[in-house]
Nanobody
């Protein structure tokens, strides 16, 4: 059974940095589709960044140039380095994976496209990020 657990959230002032971690368990020795999502109070969940099974990354326009997603396969851990944080980045951040080795029969990763968010089968409980002005 695949599980993902986020950590690293906290409160920072605008302009500050945080690094989120997502520890995955239950993986086989394969690559997986995995990404970060966030949801602010009163707003819809949105994709932040994702990595596909080839290591290609995708970012939301709102975080490009400020956030960096990376994957340490040896540790089965996903990271999100967040720099130049803004108050509008305040949200609960979630890690999600489809749990399918190499994308399974689908053969492609859903990325951060909201149309395909249902392809992510495993979600963490989230870690809160609060950015004050």
């Amino acid at each position: 059974q695949v599980q993902v657990v986020e950590s690293g959230g906290g409160s920072v002032q605008a302009g500050g940095s945080l690094r989120l971690s997502c520890a995955a368990s239950g993986y086989t020795d394969s690559n997986y589709c995995i990404g970060w999502f966030r949801q602010a109070p009163g707003k819809e969940r949105e994709g932040v960044a994702a990595i596909d099974t080839t290591g290609r990354t995708t970012y939301a326009d709102s975080v490009k140039g400020r956030f960096t997603i990376s994957n340490d396969n040896a540790k089965d851990t996903l990271y999100l380095q967040m720099n130049s944080l803004k108050p509008e980045d305040t949200a609960m951040y979630y890690c999600a994976t489809d749990g399918l080795p190499n994308g399974g029969n689908r053969g492609w990763c859903p990325g951060i496209n909201p149309v395909f968010v249902y392809e992510y089968n495993y979600w963490g409980q989230g870690t809160q990020v609060t950015v004050s002005s």
